[in-house]
C-alpha cells in the first residue's frame, strides 16, 4: 500500500509560481510511476505529468508543457511539481498519484487527497 500527501497548494495571481510537493510513504518499487493530476471545477480529473520512480522520464500534458516540472529527490519519498507561469485555467484541484508500472496512459493506483490551486486575473 502506498499514501499519499499533498501539499504547496494556495492562492497566486496569474503569472505567479507556486511549487507542490507529495509526501510518498509505503511500499514502492522501482517500477513505480509518479504523476499530478487536477480536476476544474465541473470537469474530470485529467492528467498534468508524470516521472518514472528510478529513471526520471517525464512526460507532459500539452497545456503545461514548458510551465510545469514535475521532479522527485533521490530518497524516492517526495515528488514535486514545479508550476510556473501560471493562468486562471490552471485553476484546479491538483492530486498527486502512483502507479505500479510507468505507463502514464494506464491506470492510476493510488491517488492523494487532493490540494487547491487558484489562480486570479
Known amino acids: 500500500q502506498v499514501q499519499l500527501v499533498e501539499s504547496g497548494g494556495g492562492l497566486v495571481q496569474a503569472g505567479g509560481s507556486l511549487r507542490l510537493f507529495c509526501a510518498v510513504s509505503g511500499r514502492t518499487v522501482s517500477s513505480y510511476g509518479m504523476g499530478w493530476f487536477r480536476q476544474l471545477p465541473g470537469k474530470e480529473r485529467e492528467f498534468v505529468a508524470a516521472i518514472s520512480w528510478s529513471g526520471g522520464t517525464t512526460y507532459y500534458a500539452d497545456s503545461v508543457k514548458g510551465r510545469f516540472t514535475i521532479s522527485r529527490d533521490k530518497s524516492m519519498k517526495m515528488v514535486y511539481l514545479q508550476m510556473n507561469s501560471l493562468k486562471p485555467d490552471d485553476t484546479a484541484v491538483y492530486y498527486c498519484?502512483?502507479?505500479?508500472?510507468?505507463?502514464?496512459?494506464?491506470?492510476?493506483?493510488?491517488w492523494g487527497q487532493g490540494t487547491q490551486v487558484t489562480v486570479s486575473s
Open positions: 498519484a502512483a502507479q505500479r508500472n510507468y505507463v502514464p496512459a494506464a491506470a492510476w493506483h493510488y
